[in-house]
C-alpha cells in the first residue's frame, strides 16, 4: 500500500475558478505534512505546510483531518500561473519524505 | 543565497557503465537527502546524512547505489553497475538543522540508461 495516495487528474479548471486536491495517507504516525508544487521538469517547491487547525495563505487553504488521515489543498480564484503538478508530502519519525504521484492542474484562459 | 546545485543535469549511459551525481546543498545545511523519480512513479526517497554520517539509507535500492558526502559538504552518488530500471530524476535536497522539515530541492539530475 502506498504511504500517500493523491488523484493524479489532470485538473482543468478556468480561470477564477476554485478547485480542491485531496490526499489520504496511510500511516497514522505521520507527523508532518505539506503541499509541494512541481513545474514541469522543474524541481518541486515547498507551497505551504498543513497544521492540524488548518492554514491559509493568499488563495491557498490547506486543511488537515487526522482521524480520517487526508489532507486538502484549496485554490481559490485560479491563475494561469497556478498550472502546475500539486505534490502532497508526509513525514513519519524521520525527515525523510513521502510524496503523491502528484495532480496535475492546467487553469485555462 | 545559492539554491541546491546538482550536477549533471542530464546523463545518458549505456547498462554496465558508471555515473556519478553530484549534489551542492545550501550553504550551512547540516541535511543533505536524496531522491529519486522513476517515470510514472512517485518520487521516493533514497537515504539522508547528517552532516558527513547517513543517518538513514533505507530508501537505497540496492547495493549498486553508493552515496558518499565526505567533510559534510557536497554529495555524490555513485550508480554501477547501471541498469535499465536505474533511469529517472535523481533529485536532491537540504535543509537547515533547525528546520529539517523545510526542505529545498536541486534541479534534479535526469539519468537515461540505454
Known amino acids: 500500500r502506498k504511504e500517500v495516495e493523491q488523484d493524479p487528474g489532470p485538473f482543468n479548471v478556468p480561470e477564477g475558478a476554485t478547485v480542491a486536491f485531496n490526499c489520504t495517507y496511510s500511516?497514522?504516525?505521520?507527523?508532518?505534512f505539506f503541499w509541494y508544487r512541481q513545474d514541469c521538469r522543474k524541481e518541486p517547491k515547498l507551497l505551504m505546510s498543513?497544521?492540524?487547525s488548518g492554514n491559509e495563505d493568499g488563495r491557498f487553504t490547506a486543511q488537515l483531518n487526522r482521524a480520517s488521515q487526508y489532507i486538502s489543498l484549496l485554490i481559490r480564484d485560479s491563475k494561469l500561473s497556478d498550472s502546475a503538478t500539486y505534490l502532497c508530502?508526509?513525514?513519519?519519525?524521520?525527515?525523510?519524505?513521502?510524496f503523491g504521484t502528484g495532480t496535475s492542474l492546467t487553469v485555462i484562459p | 543565497e545559492a539554491g541546491v546545485t546538482q550536477f549533471p543535469s542530464h546523463s545518458v549511459i549505456e547498462k554496465g557503465q558508471t555515473v556519478t551525481l553530484r549534489c551542492d546543498p545550501i550553504?550551512?545545511?547540516?541535511?543533505l537527502y536524496w531522491y529519486r523519480r522513476v517515470m510514472g512513479k512517485e518520487i521516493k526517497f533514497l537515504l539522508h546524512?547528517?552532516?558527513?554520517?547517513?543517518?538513514?539509507e533505507s530508501g537505497m535500492p540496492n547495493n549498486r547505489f553508493l552515496a558518499e558526502r565526505t567533510g559534510g559538504t557536497y554529495s555524490t552518488l555513485k550508480v554501477q553497475p547501471a541498469e535499465l530500471e536505474d533511469s529517472g530524476v535523481y533529485f536532491c535536497?537540504?535543509?537547515?538543522?533547525?528546520?529539517?522539515?523545510?526542505?529545498?530541492f536541486g534541479p534534479g539530475t535526469r539519468l537515461t540508461v540505454t
Open positions: 535536497a537540504s535543509s537547515h538543522p533547525g528546520d529539517p522539515y523545510e526542505q529545498y
Open positions: 500511516n497514522s504516525a505521520s507527523q508532518s
Open positions: 498543513v497544521y492540524s
Open positions: 508530502v508526509v513525514t513519519s519519525t524521520g525527515n525523510q519524505f513521502y
Open positions: 550553504s550551512g545545511h547540516d541535511n
Open positions: 546524512f547528517v552532516k558527513e554520517s547517513k543517518q538513514d
